[in-house]
T-cell receptor, first 111, second 114 residues
Framework: QKEVEQNSGPLSVPEGAIASLNCTYS??????FFWYRQYSGKSPELIMS????GDKEDGRFTAQLNKASQYVSLLIRDSQPSDSATYLC???????????FGGGTRVLVKP | DGGITQSPKYLFRKEGQNVTLSCEQN?????MYWYRQDPGQGLRLIYY???????QKGDIAEGYSVSREKKESFPLTVTSAQKNPTAFYLC?????????????FGPGTRLTVT
């Protein structure tokens, strides 16, 4: 079992719809969770961080964390073609200062 | 402007040569990291440093070396012992303990070894 798992996609969504991305992790003691967006050929850009159970909203993005079920999700509302990218989930485990990254989910928003 | 710079953007080398990738940050972050990304894959940690003059191996350190002589700089050397060095190399920094260990990335160096 991978430490951080994501569906590789592609997740195809029509413009204006909601894109829903999921990420599961294996270390129950994990404390901090991050979503990065990576455009093709570019470096990852931090878009959301979440540390406690529940929802956190930032513009069109909502991160949801459920520590009991060990998953974190990202919702992108009113998806735009410019949201087409790979989204990486990253988790900080209980011990150490490192982040562990999932393989990423590729999102395609079709006009 | 505060940020992380990596140079060069593209690097081409012949097999058997060592090559050093530069990473500089002016964010006053204590911790710095090197990752490798292969096509269609996530990020794999090579080395990281939480303080000057100290660094630890990540998950795939074999064939790589680093130094941390200054807080701002964390160069990575890809040695001839690295069997598959062609990849996209990403440097990141963070301030552990603040903001939950968020890491910020440089623009990356794409290394091609033939």
């Amino acid at each position: 079992q991978k430490e951080v798992e994501q569906n590789s996609g592609p997740l195809s969504v029509p413009e204006g719809a909601i894109a829903s991305l999921n990420c599961t992790y294996s270390d129950r003691g994990s404390q901090s969770f991050f979503w990065y967006r990576q455009y093709s050929g570019k470096s990852p850009e931090l878009i959301m961080s979440i540390y406690s159970n529940g929802d956190k909203e930032d513009g069109r993005f909502t991160a949801q964390l459920n520590k009991a079920s060990q998953y974190v999700s990202l919702l992108i509302r009113d998806s735009q073609p410019s949201d087409s990218a790979t989204y990486l989930c990253a988790v900080k485990k209980a011990a150490g200062n490192k982040l562990t990254f999932g393989g990423g989910t590729r999102v395609l928003v079709k006009p | 402007d505060g940020g992380i710079t990596q140079s060069p953007k593209y690097l081409f080398r012949k097999e058997g040569q060592n090559v050093t990738l530069s990473c500089e940050q002016n964010l006053n972050h204590d911790a710095m990291y090197w990752y490798r990304q292969d096509p269609g894959q996530g990020l794999r940690l090579i080395y990281y440093s939480q303080i000057v003059n100290d660094f630890q191996k990540g998950d795939i350190a074999e064939g790589y070396s680093v130094s941390r002589e200054k807080k701002e700089s964390f160069p990575l050397t890809v040695t001839s012992a690295q069997k598959n060095p062609t990849a996209f190399y990403l440097c990141a920094s963070s301030m552990p303990g603040m903001q939950g260990y968020e890491q910020y990335f440089g623009p990356g160096t794409r290394l091609t070894v033939t």
